[in-house]
């Protein structure tokens, strides 16, 4: 948490209230969250913001760029310059329009690594990402859950596999397709990868419409809370009834996540005898 969702709405906040902005400087408040040079930035204007997974990218027409991954509790808000920094602001990207762009991360759980320009971005940090989960076809997911023995929930949240997943949209996405997260993932047929990819794209797009789920910390670029926690089916309901057929939801740790889904619409049994 934050997932694909949090973050394609942050960067489209980002580029909605940055875009085309000159950056005057560069404030780095906690030097031990950031990477590289961040003070590259300044004096170039905010080309491009760009998203793979969970990971977001702040370009300049000039080519410097920082990578921002959010990680648990982080934060990049737009907000005017005369605004009180929040605590644990701990980098600041000053705008020639009299806005800040603010990371803010109380628990330190991300950060911010700077690249010369996105050939560096992408073979220090992209290329080892799988496809984003927005654009992989159901034959490469298909061929990667085939490559590993891993139960399908622990293959899904694996980045290198698939990226943006997390443990929300996993137990979302798994109870929308039917699919067992204990099966394992060299089991899913072709015509359940298509099922999941089927499912898998309007979940998301739901959720980066309804500005993504906030739980705990997250906030959108223009610090509003998003709502799709409102719709989730499974995640954080285990023991309560499913709201297909009203069996209890199960619930467990896998991969060290709390996983919630229905052993009656998901059972491995039910798996294999559904069609797509």
């Not at 443990?167 to 979302?172: A, F, G, P, R, T």
């Not at 798994?174 to 993932?185: D, K, N, Q, V, Y």
């Not at 980066?208 to 409102?230: E, I, M």
């Amino acid at each position: 948490m934050p997932e694909l969702p949090e973050v394609e709405t942050v960067r489209r906040g980002v580029e909605a209230a940055a875009l085309g902005q000159v950056i005057q400087a560069v404030r780095v408040k906690r030097r031990d969250v950031v990477q590289g040079r961040p003070q590259a930035m300044a004096g170039h204007r905010l080309s491009a913001a760009l998203r793979h997974g969970k990971q977001l990218a702040l370009v300049t027409d000039a080519g410097p760029l920082a990578c921002v991954h959010l990680g648990m509790s982080g934060s990049l808000c737009v907000e005017p310059a005369s605004t009180p920094r929040a605590k644990h602001t701990h980098l600041v990207w000053v705008l020639a329009n009299g806005q800040e762009l603010r990371f803010r991360d109380p628990r330190r759980f991300g950060g911010v690594a700077c690249f010369a320009d996105r050939q560096a971005l992408h073979k220090v940090r992209w290329h080892a990402l799988g496809p984003d989960a927005t654009t992989i076809t159901p034959a490469d997911l298909h061929r990667r859950l085939n490559a590993t023995r891993r139960v399908l929930k622990a293959a899904l949240l694996d980045q290198n596999l698939v990226a943006g997943l997390g443990n929300i949209y996993v137990d979302e996405l798994l109870f929308a397709a039917r699919l067992s997260p204990l099966m394992p993932g060299c089991a899913v047929d072709r015509s359940q990868a298509k099922r999941l990819v089927a499912r898998m794209r309007p979940l998301l797009a739901r959720a980066v419409k309804a500005g993504g789920s906030s739980l705990r910390d997250y906030v959108g670029a223009d610090g509003a809370s998003g709502a799709f926690q409102n719709n989730h089916q499974v995640y954080g309901r285990g023991g309560l009834p499913c709201p297909r057929c009203g069996q209890d939801l199960s619930a467990m740790a896998i991969a060290q996540r709390t996983s919630v889904w229905c052993g009656g619409c998901q059972s491995v049994d039910t798996t294999q005898e559904l069609g797509d």
